[in-house]
């Protein structure tokens, strides 16, 4: 007679899935990156805008 359970195989970790939180975190970034864009016209990740980007002007004080 067997006194220990038989043990199920371990399941494979999967990695090609995203995770809720992966998705989440996705989502935020291309928010924060879309506020940028309409805020100053300028999108952070490619450098490319019509105008320059903020922080190329130097501030004038009057």
């Not at 371990?10 to 989502?27: C, G, N, S, Y």
């Not at 879309?34 to 501030?59: H, N, Y």
Request: a positive charge; hydrophobic letters at 35%; zero cysteines.
């Amino acid at each position: 007679m067997n006194t220990t359970p038989a043990r199920k195989p371990a399941k494979p970790i999967v990695r090609d899935e995203l995770t809720f939180l992966d998705v989440r975190q996705a989502a935020r970034d291309g928010q924060k990156v879309f506020d940028t864009f309409v805020i100053t016209g300028w999108l952070p990740i490619t450098g490319k805008s019509k105008r320059s980007p903020p922080s190329a002007a130097p501030a004038r004080s009057l």
